[in-house]
């Protein structure tokens, strides 16, 4: 085998055990949302769609949302949220008399994966309001799990 | 007897013998139906609807088989030359294809139904009036493909067998014989996985899954056996030697292994996939959430029997090396395997690094991207395809060619120049990506998260390509080094009458057969340093 194959054998090799071990590494230390703010909480409910998580998107909801809403078919409803494919971030966070609102940036990675086209962002306004445990959710990124009334 | 009255006879008779068995098939149906009292059978119409129908079909069948059959049996008798005919082996051949495509439908339906009885499905047992119903189809294929494969061996004691009629069996042979093994292997994989299903701790039961698998393994390990094994050991030792460096033989070879090789390394490496996404902490790697041993069932079955596959077909191959030293068009059939698997190998290996380089270049420059488990299941999806596609790219790939003639081998000229237009349109369509996205920020864009990682997507699509261009260049411009050096030796040993070459070969077995072809042209060879020898 010549140098030059043996460079790129190695080469690979070490961009493998990097790519694994930053994985592996930053797994316990990505730090959580912060909660304490609206973007945190705004984030913290985008992952837990992400994660298919519907119990914690449901306690992130405002109790008033919580009030009109029936958790079981929110959580039936939160299940088919497709969303574990994005890149998530927020921006442009405004704290009013009457609450807060984040828009929540997601981003498709190219869609064919590798040899995809571009990719593509899409923003959505998340309204908040701040209750005795902190910012809690009025009007999520898919309000179309809240359609239900509560029977 | 004139080619074109040839076709006339043997597409008659064909059609005849094809109305006439059909007919005999579904006669042997309705019989069962009425002996056995089967519920399709009840009404005294549906009895004289089928008959008349079949009967109508043998009684016209049978004469038009019978007159022709019998016309060309009479030619044949009096002229060798009939008997030897291309479209007579040809009507031969697709007869036995047709017959042995009946018996395998017909046998898969039986066992098929005697397996869903035997398991209860539906709570029938068995029932024999449904699970024999296919049997008559069986019995008359098989009487057919006897007398025709009697015909053909007839035919080759009498008059030899040559050039297209030689090709004309080992089309049908080896064709039948892949297409068993394929039947057999997925259904060998297909009965894997369910009896993995059934093993795991909260699986799945046994029930209706397993039936299908368990025929079609019988049915295609019977196919396979019989055109792998049994048929080519009946045949005379002159033939059984020119199939030995048939190129047919080799396309069916090297087909099947890469058919495993592929098989193997998709099954291995979706298992490593899954495992190495849940070491990385990611839920649903792939989208397949749940208990992991099940999980694993797909893709375990694929590696264990494509394997096991790869390892009988290796074997197969080493086998045949040591029998038959190789023809150059058989050579030519290896060589097209291994640089295949090289290219398929290649891409493997450039999607998974390029992959690991955009996803870390996601990691660091994309706002959002560490956030959550979808970055750790990408590394492990393209740590994956580096993983499995660099060892076997090292397996089959050689930079220095071992010889003038595989530098200048077609199917490495191939490999190489494939690999090049891929990688350099790559790197075009990448670096338009990047100067598309650089010109939207030099006129006003924003530097938000869809233009990072469309920057990091196209510059590691771009890097990896180029690498993958100057590699395969280089190797361009040392073929071709060797090649021109080949040249001037052959012009050097025109000038004169001796000179001292090099050979090398991969053992001394190659080296000994290099030397006694050399030596068998009437030239002298003379070894000056025969302890150096490769």
């Known amino acids: ?151 | 007897m004139t080619t074109i009255r040839r076709i006339y006879a043997y597409l008659l008779a064909f059609a005849g013998l094809a109305m006439v068995s059909t007919a005999a098939a579904n006669l042997g149906q309705l019989l069962l139906d009425v002996v056995l009292q089967s519920p399709v059978a009840t009404t005294e119409r549906y009895v004289r609807d089928t008959a008349s129908l079949w009967g109508a079909t043998a009684l016209v069948g049978l004469p038009v088989w019978l007159l022709h059959w019998l016309w060309i049996q009479r030619t044949a008798r009096g002229d060798p030359s009939e008997r030897s005919s291309t479209l007579r082996r040809l009507y031969l051949y697709a007869l036995l294809g047709s017959a042995s495509l009946v018996i395998g439908f017909s046998t898969r339906e039986v066992l098929l139904r005697l397996g869903d009885a035997l398991v209860g499905i539906a709570g029938l047992g068995i029932t024999p009036d449904l699970t024999v119903r296919p049997l008559p189809f069986t019995l008359v294929a098989g009487v057919v493909w006897l007398t025709h494969w009697r015909v053909a061996a007839a035919d080759r004691f009498q008059v030899g067998e040559e050039g297209g009629s030689a090709t004309l069996r080992r089309w049908y042979v080896y064709g039948a014989a892949l297409i068993g093994l394929m039947v057999l292997l997925n259904g060998a994989r297909a009965l894997v996985e369910v009896l993995w299903q059934i093993a795991v701790p909260a699986g799945a039961s046994a029930g209706r899954e397993i039936a299908p698998p368990v025929a079609d393994t019988l049915v295609g390990l019977g196919i396979w056996l019989v055109h792998w094994v049994v048929l080519p050991r009946r045949l005379p030792e002159a033939a059984q030697r020119d199939d030995g460096v048939s190129v047919l033989r080799s396309v069916y070879l090297f087909v099947v292994l890469a058919v495993c090789v592929i098989g193997t390394l998709l099954g291995a490496s979706q298992l490593l996939y899954y495992a190495m996404g849940r070491l990385l902490g990611v839920d649903r790697p792939g989208g397949i959430g749940g208990d992991l041993l099940q999980a694993a069932a797909g893709p375990a079955s694929v590696l264990i029997v494509y394997g096991a596959a790869w390892a009988y077909q290796r074997d197969a191959l080493r086998r045949q090396a040591v029998a038959f030293s190789e023809a150059p068009r058989q050579a030519g059939i290896r060589r097209l395997y291994t640089y295949v698997i090289v290219l398929v190998a290649l891409g493997v290996l450039a999607t998974g690094v390029a992959g690991l380089l955009w996803t870390l270049g996601d990691v660091l420059f994309a706002p959002g991207a560490a956030v959550g488990d979808f970055w750790r299941e990408r590394v492990a999806l393209y740590a994956t395809l580096a993983i499995v596609g660099l060892p076997v790219w090292l397996l089959h790939w050689r930079p220095r060619p071992g010889s003038a003639a595989e530098a200048g081998a077609l199917a490495r000229r191939l490999y190489i120049y494939l690999s090049l237009i891929a990688a350099m349109l790559t790197v075009v369509g990448a670096v338009a990506g990047v100067v598309y996205r650089l010109l939207g920020l030099a006129l006003g864009g924003t530097f938000a998260q869809d233009v990072a990682t469309d920057l990091a997507h196209a510059v590691a699509l771009a890097s990896v390509a180029a690498l993958v261009a100057i590699y395969h260049w280089r190797v361009l411009r040392a073929d071709a080094r060797v090649a021109a050096s080949v040249r001037v030796a052959a012009a050097s040993a025109a000038a004169a009458s001796v000179v001292i070459v090099e050979i090398s070969a991969q053992d001394a077995d190659g080296l000994g057969r290099a030397l006694a072809a050399l030596r068998a042209t009437g030239v002298e060879v003379r070894i000056l340093q025969p302890n150096q020898a490769t």
């Open chain 1, 1 to 151: 085998m010549d140098r030059f194959t043996l460079g790129v054998v190695g080469g690979v090799l070490a961009l493998v055990v990097a790519g694994l071990v930053a994985a592996a590494i930053l797994r316990g230390h990505s730090p959580p949302p912060d909660l304490s703010t609206p973007s945190g909480v705004v984030l913290a409910y985008a992952l837990a769609e992400q994660q298919r998580d519907g119990q914690a998107a449901w306690d992130l909801l405002a109790s008033s949302v919580q009030a009109r809403n029936n958790r079981d078919e929110f959580l039936v409803r939160f299940g088919n949220i497709g969303h574990d494919r994005e890149y998530l971030t927020t921006e442009d966070e405004r704290i009013d008399a009457d609450g807060a609102s984040v828009v929540l940036v997601r981003t498709n990675p190219p869609s064919g994966g590798l040899f995809g086209s571009s990719s593509s962002s899409y923003r959505t306004t998340v309204r908040l309001v701040r209750e005795v445990d902190g910012w809690r959710i009025t009007v999520p990124p898919d309000p179309y799990v809240l359609v239900s009334s509560k029977s």
